[in-house]
């Protein structure tokens, strides 16, 4: 799809969002069909203005009207007939579509169908539960409470609940669901947004307590779904506790009563991973993934992606755990390079091996002349390190951000720096000497340098020789494009002064 056309279509989709919601305001507000016709009447301009200018007319004023008045009448209905009232036992009220011959709701006082009715105008989608969602919304507190004795769907109340929980209003997801957890008999799988929900606002409040005894009232659902949740939730517990045998107990309670349930996949491969079964972890994302893509109802690549992630993030995690914590500390004397270029761009800078990689690379970018436009990546020997959660290759990448220097260069006498991988950059960076540590001075700082690194998105080394080419016949008609292209570049410049302050601002001392 174009991307104006999307826009367009999002631009929509609010416009009706707001429309809804502003007519569902005037409704509880007012329990007016004339008020709600009145502000749909104004809301609904922009879209009549809109249908006749489409329709090749010269927009005149009285015929925006006429649109707007009768897209506002079709809208008021649907909205009339859609919107629960809290004072109607969350009934909608009802108006039936008016007869050709009766006057038209409107309030013109003509027929209706000469009037709105003549006009064919498409009709809102208003789902009940959305409806319910936004009714419930504007509540006054201190009706909450009776919500869930007014016959208002669980799986709504779920909803609502999910939205204030966003809002950080736990005291009101407590006060709408409590209620309905008093007894469980009743309550199917359709309860267990809600369950999930109030059992994190128990969460969020600190209220431990309140949070098992809902565990517990759950177990005792009839519903098997609701009660496996419930074993679930009591498994992921244990498993943030450490206490592993009781995690897998439940979790095993959770597999008899609902054994093709999805949700057990994610469980499982968090549980193993958690105790320390990688092997096992890894051959039961394999038998999810088996039997979730076979699944004739349900697409659940989803699931089977975020399993999949969960392995990789596992065995970054266990990749950090082996690196190795104490180092001796040093100050490195580091040359840097790009590799592929005569004549050379380089860098001397001196660096403390406790910053990390992260860290590194900011210095990196500044010490060249760098946008930091694009993605990065060091290797250090057999490591890979890159900034977290960018890599989507099979073996992701260390994140830079908890690996510091000292802890995997060793003994080694150089590393590379690639950076943007369209273009290709690739730096040598030898340790040219390593030094007492000195933590009373900058953690970085730059000693000498020659030459601009090139620049950003040139198309790599050959297309830097390229440029360098044009600069040299710079009267040549056919350079003349690319030396525009490249303003007031000069490839030998550096001022090691002006980058030497930038690199030790990256250290700013009080
Ligand atoms: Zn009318």
New binding site residues.
């Given amino acids: 799809m174009h991307q104006d056309d999307t826009n367009d279509i999002d631009a929509l989709h609010q416009l009706f969002d707001h429309i809804i919601d502003e007519g569902v305001g005037v409704i509880l507000d007012t329990h007016s069909f004339d008020a709600l016709h009145v502000r749909l009447r104004e809301l609904m301009r922009p879209l009549a203005q809109a249908i006749v200018s489409e329709a090749g007319e010269d927009a005149d004023d009285s015929q925006v009207d006429q649109a707007a ?2 897209i506002a ?1 079709r809208a008021a209905l649907d909205l009339w007939n859609h919107t629960p009232i809290p004072d109607n036992h969350f009934r909608p009220y009802k108006m039936d579509k008016p007869e050709r011959n009766a006057p ?5 006082q ?1 027929k ?1 169908k000469q ?3 003549a006009v064919d105008s498409p009709s809102l989608t208003l789902p009940p539960d959305e409806m319910a969602a936004r009714v419930l919304k504007r509540l006054p507190k201190e009706r909450i409470g009776e919500i869930g004795a007014l016959g208002v769907p669980v799986h709504t109340l779920g909803m609502v609940a999910q939205a204030w929980f966003e809002q950080e209003r736990f005291d009101d997801v407590v006060a709408l669901l409590e209620p309905v957890f008093k007894d469980v008999r009743g309550l199917d799988e359709r309860a267990e947004l809600a369950a999930d929900v109030l059992g994190n606002a128990w969460l969020a409040l600190g209220d431990e307590a309140r949070r098992l005894e809902l565990i517990a009232t759950l177990k005792r659902a009839p519903d098997k779904t609701l009660k496996s949740a419930a074993f679930q939730r009591e498994a992921t517990l244990n498993c943030d506790r450490g206490d592993f045998p009781a995690a897998w107990a439940a979790f095993g309670q959770a597999q008899r009563l609902t054994p093709n349930n999805p949700t057990l996949a994610h469980l499982e491969v968090l549980l193993l991973l958690a105790d320390g079964r990688e092997a096992e972890a890894r051959a039961r994302v394999d038998f999810w993934t088996a039997k979730l893509s076979r699944d004739p109802e349900f697409d659940h690549s989803e699931l089977i992606g975020l399993l999949h992630q969960m392995l990789d993030l596992g065995r970054v995690d266990e990749r950090l755990a082996a690196l190795p914590e104490d180092y001796p500390e040093r100050r490195l004397l580091l040359h840097v390079e790009i590799e592929g270029i005569e004549p050379p761009i380089w860098r001397r800078l001196e660096v403390e091996n406790s910053l990390t990689f992260a860290e590194l690379h900011d210095i990196l970018q500044t010490a060249m002349g760098w946008d930091d436009a694009h993605l990065h990546e060091f290797i250090v020997g057999e490591y890979r390190i890159g900034p977290a959660f960018e890599a989507e290759w099979d073996e992701p990448a260390l994140p830079g951000e908890e690996v510091e220097l000292g802890q995997v260069i060793g003994r080694k006498k150089s590393f590379r720096y690639l950076y943007d991988f369209g273009d290709g950059w690739s730096h040598r960076i030898t340790i040219e000497q390593r030094l007492p540590s000195t933590p009373t001075e900058r953690p970085a700082v730059l000693l000498a340098g020659k030459r601009a690194c090139p620049p950003e998105d040139c198309g790599g080394v050959r297309g830097y020789y390229r440029l360098l080419n044009a600069l040299a016949r710079p009267d040549s008609e056919e350079n003349r494009e690319t030396l525009e292209w490249l303003g007031d570049y000069k490839p030998d410049a550096f001022s090691l002064a002006s980058v030497r302050k930038d690199v030790a601002s990256l250290f700013r001392r009080i």
């Fill in positions: 008045r009768a009448t038209c709701p409107c309030g013109s003509r209706y009037c709105c009715g």
